[in-house]
């Protein structure tokens, strides 16, 4: 099974990194683009599990390991299955 | 009196033996190195996570060092009342290992910000502001 993490700061986080490049695609002339929000992708390959255990393991793992609960949210999806 | 201090090695840190030196050669005291892998304290009276970028910053600035074997026996160590100090990067570490609240932001704007700074000692009791 392959399922895909989608790590964000939350929405009452400022997000620098997303402002500075809407203001390099306002640079570039995009100017209908109001706002960016960055963040990180995880694709993980899961092998011998249920998906009733990834439903479990993987928001662990995310709030444990791949996203810091105080700044930043997930979510996430089955790309593949068994 | 001396003391003993460990500070902490990580892949990627690079400021420990600045702070090995300081402590060995200005300061005077005891200092070993501690190897994150490491399940050990070896005695140590005081523990300190120096500078750097350790696992080259990957996933969040000391995230991954606050998941390795030594830091688990430094939670606990701090937790029994143990002095740790963590600096720079190895104050990140203290944050993502939750033995410090909250979490660090980037700068609201572009611009790399080296400046003085005001302190405030909120407790003038801890061991390392009771001088003040």
Redesign the interface.
Known sequence: MKVRILVSLKDS??D??GQ?VKNALHTLGYDSIKDVRQGKVFELELEGMSPEEAERVIPEISDK??A?P??EKFVWQILEKD | MKLKFGVVIFPGSNCDYDTLYALKDVLNQDAIFLWHKEHNLKNVDCVILPGGFSYGDYLRSGSIAAFSPLMQEVKEFALRGGLVLGICNGFQVLLELGLLPGAMLRNKNLKFLCQFVHLRVDNATAPATSWV
Do not use: D, E, K, W
Request: aromatic share 0%; no cysteine.
């Open positions: 986080v400022l620098p990194q500075t390991v791949l810091n105080i700044i």
